[in-house]
């Protein structure tokens, strides 16, 4: 028997020569296959690589039309936030609206009215005012009256029109006029220039100055003036009045005001 040293040498000797004398071609098939196996692996991980590049290309653009659309959200949130508000707002204001409709015939009702008293009250005042531009001012009260009696003048246009005719004897006390007229001297209706001076005085001078009188409202009826004190003063007065010299002081008789008591 061979021992196992022996036995280990004679099984090598056989494999190398079964090696050294296996054919060229076998060995070139061998190859092949081992370099073909390679080049299908390479290309099924190029294949692999690709895939994974587009999907990541198509997660990247995902993300990216996430992006956007969440904007666009978010611009329409902060957008319809405003339209709501304008939509309450524009319904509380529609709310007002419909309620100041259902009390207008309420409102017309009571400033009917209020409107006779306050024409009523001006004709008063003006009555009991000092008597300047009588005809005219007497005439705009009368104009008023009539046309609280049209129908065809809404309520609006009455009002604003007797607001008219109070403003228009308001800025009476804050202004200087002349004008011409005729008052009774010595039983005689005598064509007059008359000057207006807020409410505190009214004056007037006949032509050519010889007489000068004023409102006393005293005694309810014009009096005849010193001229050596006021012919002048009054013929100053009434070139300022028409624009003809610069305002100037004026020396004038003012009544004095009563004590109302009550």
Known sequence: ????????????????????????????????????????????????????????????????????????????????????????????????????????????????PLMTRMVDALDNFVQLDTPFLLKERNARIERLREMMERSDVTAAEKFRRVIEGYQIENDYGRTIEAYKGSTEINGNQIEVDFLRIGRVALLYQTVGGATTGAWDNDSGAFVQLPPATYQSQVADGLKIARKQVAPDLLVVPVSAPTRVMQ
Do not use: H, W
């Not at 060229?24 to 196996?37: D, H, K, P, R, S």
């Not at 690709?50 to 957008?79: C, F, P």
């Not at 339209?83 to 709310?95: I, S």
């Open 1 to 112: 028997m061979l021992n196992n040293r022996k036995i280990t040498c004679l099984l090598s000797s056989v494999f190398i020569f079964a090696i050294v004398g296996l054919p060229t071609q076998v060995l070139a098939v061998g190859i092949n296959e081992v370099m073909q196996e390679g080049e299908e692996r390479a290309d099924a991980g190029a294949t692999a690589q690709q895939q994974v590049d587009s999907v990541a290309d198509q997660t990247e653009k995902i993300i990216n039309d996430y992006r956007s659309v969440t904007k666009v959200v978010d611009g329409l949130k902060v957008y319809n936030a405003l339209l709501q508000t304008q939509l309450d707002n524009q319904e509380a204001e529609m709310e007002a609206l419909s309620e100041s409709i259902s009390n207008v015939a309420l409102i017309e009702r009571q400033i009917i």
